[in-house]
């Protein structure tokens, strides 16, 4: 792999497990909405939180190990690595809001309410931190050219 995807790939990673701990914290923990799966009964849906967290938390490690990496090489790019991390956390947060919530019907943002600001909300969240991400992968492109 080359120097610009690893900090890609390491922004990335630390971008869904940023995400990932914010909705499971958030929402999963303090707020007591939802959990990752809500088919079934609440020890299911805290076990599902459980691996859930799991895997944001070894997507975080994996992050900062790479990135440890690039810093120890001399090959770590803030704005390549930060327009990797906005991406992914956007992405992360418009596949739940869209496919977990509308698609599977996993589980919602929160029940027994109208659901339309907070669809609204999420999705436009999740949009302007893969616009903020793109623009930094795509000015980091022409920076490297340059």
């Known amino acids: 792999m080359t120097s610009r995807s690893n900090n890609i790939l390491s922004g990335a990673l630390l971008g869904l497990g940023i995400a990932a701990f914010a909705d499971e914290t958030i929402f999963h923990q303090l707020l007591h909405w939802h959990h990752f799966y809500d088919k079934s009964t609440p020890a299911v849906g805290l076990i599902s939180d459980g691996l859930f967290h799991a895997v944001s938390f070894f997507a975080t490690v994996a992050s900062l190990y790479l990135l440890s990496t690039l810093r120890r090489r001399g090959d770590f790019h803030p704005r390549t690595w930060w327009g990797g991390l906005l991406t992914m956390a956007g992405v992360f947060q418009l596949y739940d809001g869209t496919v977990q919530h509308k698609v599977m019907g996993l589980h919602q943002i929160r029940y027994d309410v109208d659901l339309t600001a907070y669809d609204w909300t999420w999705n436009i969240i ?7 991400g793109v623009a930094l992968l795509a000015r980091s492109r022409v920076a490297v050219r340059a």
């Open 126 to 132: 999740a949009a302007l931190l893969i616009a903020a």
